[in-house]
C-alpha cells in the first residue's frame, strides 16, 4: 500500500508562471489537507478537501491560489501567476476520516526565479 | 489564538546523550498535544501523541508528557542515535475546529554525531 505519493518533488517555475501540485491520497483515504511550509517556520494548514467539496479553505491566501480533488484522480494545488514569496515546501496528508491519524507526503518544494 | 512554540534549533548531540526538545503551547481547553517528525527528504510522520492532561505519550524510546498546570508537552530520549537526526515538530488541533487542521510549531533540527 504506497503512502501518500506528491509530484513533482521539486518545482521551478519563473515569476508569472502557474503552479501545479499533485496529491494522490492513501488507498481509501478520502480527506486530503494541504499545509505550506515557509522557511524556517512550521507547516501552516491551506486547505481541507473530501471527494469534490472544499470543507475548509481558511488558510489558502484569497487570490492566485486554488485546490480540487475530484472524484477521479489526485488533489492538485493550484498557484497562478508564481511570485517569489511562493516558494517553499507544499505538504499533502491524507486520512481515512478527520481525525488526526494523517499520513504525511514527502512534499513539493516550489522554487520561484 | 492558538499556538504552539518550540525550542530553537540546532540541537547538537553525541550519540547516548539525553535529549529534551521544549514545546509550550497556548489554547482554550485541553486539546490533544503530538509530535511528528520529518527525516530528511521524507514527510512528517506522527511520533507520538497525547489527549489530556498527565497523559505521557511514548514511542521508539521518545516521551512527552502532557503538562496542562505548565502547558508544556516535552520531547524526551534517554539515549539518542545517529538515526534520531531528524526535525521534530510539536502540534496541536487548530481552535475548536473538528476539521482536522493541526496547528505546527517550528520544527527543531536535532543532529546526533557518532
Known amino acids: 500500500n504506497a503512502g501518500v505519493m506528491q509530484n513533482p518533488r521539486h518545482l521551478v517555475r519563473r515569476r508569472g508562471q502557474e503552479a501545479r501540485l499533485r496529491c494522490s491520497p492513501m488507498k481509501g483515504h478520502s480527506h486530503v489537507y494541504w499545509y505550506r511550509q515557509l522557511p524556517e517556520e512550521g507547516l501552516k494548514f491551506m486547505v481541507y478537501?473530501?471527494?469534490?467539496?472544499?470543507?475548509?479553505e481558511s488558510g489558502m491566501p484569497k487570490e492566485r491560489f486554488s485546490a480540487e480533488f475530484p472524484k477521479e484522480g489526485p488533489s492538485i494545488l493550484r498557484i497562478q501567476q508564481v511570485v517569489r514569496g511562493d516558494s517553499a515546501a507544499y505538504f499533502c496528508?491524507?486520512?481515512?476520516?478527520?481525525?488526526?491519524?494523517?499520513?504525511f507526503g514527502s512534499g513539493t518544494r516550489l522554487t520561484v526565479v | 489564538g492558538d499556538s504552539v512554540t518550540q525550542m530553537e534549533g540546532p540541537v547538537t548531540l553525541s550519540e547516548e546523550a539525553f535529549l529534551t526538545i521544549n514545546c509550550t503551547y497556548t489554547?482554550?481547553?485541553?486539546?490533544?498535544l503530538f509530535w511528528y517528525v520529518q527525516y530528511p527528504g521524507e514527510g512528517l510522520q506522527l511520533l507520538l501523541k497525547?489527549?489530556?492532561?498527565?497523559d505521557k505519550g511514548s514511542n521508539k524510546g521518545f516521551e512527552a508528557t502532557y503538562r496542562k498546570e505548565t502547558t508544556s508537552f516535552h520531547l524526551e530520549k534517554g539515549s539518542v542515535q545517529v538515526s534520531d537526526s531528524a526535525v521534530y515538530f510539536c502540534a496541536l488541533p487548530h481552535g475548536s475546529s473538528n476539521t482536522g487542521k493541526l496547528i505546527f510549531g517550528q520544527g527543531t533540527t536535532l543532529q546526533v554525531k557518532p
Open positions: 489554547a482554550t481547553g485541553y486539546p490533544s
Open positions: 478537501l473530501q471527494k469534490e467539496n472544499i470543507i475548509d
Open positions: 497525547a489527549t489530556k492532561a498527565d
Open positions: 496528508a491524507s486520512s481515512v476520516d478527520s481525525n488526526y491519524g494523517y499520513t
